[in-house]
């Protein structure tokens, strides 16, 4: 499904924080997104309304919404593999 992909400051700084690869791969997942390519999974628990979006070593988490009859790919979160759910989930937790 191709949908306009929209990105949060979070997912904004991360992406600029990366060396140059892993930045590459972050972009060229996100123009997949967009295109309806990309390897994306629907994220099961507690995380069930979200998606990930897997790009090398990273994973930004986003979350379908339709807007004016249109797909469009909230990209919420992003992280190394290893930590995106954890750090995400905690930030769902209520304060």
């Given at each position: 499904?191709?949908?306009?992909?929209?990105?949060?400051?979070?997912?904004?700084?991360?992406?600029?924080?990366?060396?140059?690869q892993p930045r590459k791969r972050l972009r060229d997942a996100l123009h997949r997104l967009a295109e309806g390519r990309a390897d994306i999974k629907a994220l099961e628990g507690r995380l069930s309304d979200y998606h990930r979006l897997r790009a090398g070593s990273h994973r930004v988490v986003f979350r379908y919404r339709v807007e004016h009859g249109h797909p469009v790919a909230d990209c919420i979160f992003a992280a190394e593999r290893s930590l995106v759910y954890q750090l995400f989930e905690q930030g769902l937790s209520p304060a």
């Open positions: 499904m191709k949908a306009r992909v929209q990105l949060s400051d979070q997912v904004l700084a991360h992406i600029g924080k990366q060396a140059p």
